[in-house]
């Protein structure tokens, strides 16, 4: 069975902290690179950070040095930690496998809320 599970957004002041998670099926967890996507209201999925199974990271310039992305191969979870927080993180996010095909499927997300 297919699963993504995303949890522990929130509302935020700036400047605050969230910790996601993202509970995968091993299918698309194991072995495959994942990534945190972002989607804020009228914009394109955009990408965050990307994590492979060895560990290799990559950030997007805009969370470099505020966001903090790994994984628990054993509990095939993926996690966010976003410090610093600023008003421009608002979106709902996402995680799958990286990169990602167009029919691959997507879990319901959760929504950052981050307040000025």
């Known amino acids: 069975q297919v699963q993504l599970v995303e949890s522990g957004g929130g509302l935020v002041q700036a400047g605050g902290s969230l910790r996601l998670s993202c509970a995968a099926s091993?299918?698309?967890?194991?072995?495959?690179?994942m990534g945190w996507y972002r989607q804020a209201p009228g914009k394109q999925r955009e990408l965050v950070a990307t994590?492979?199974?060895?560990?290799?990271?990559k950030y997007a310039d805009s969370v470099k040095g505020r966001f903090t992305i790994s994984r628990d191969n054993a509990k095939d979870t993926v996690y966010l930690q976003m410090n610093s927080l600023k008003p421009e993180d608002t979106a709902v996010y996402y995680c799958?496998?990286?990169?990602?095909?167009?029919?691959?499927?997507w879990g319901q997300g959760t929504q950052v809320t981050v307040s000025s």
């Open positions: 091993g299918s698309i967890f194991r072995f495959n690179a």
């Open positions: 799958n496998r990286y990169p990602y095909s167009p029919n691959d499927y």
């Open positions: 994590i492979t199974w060895l560990r290799t990271i």
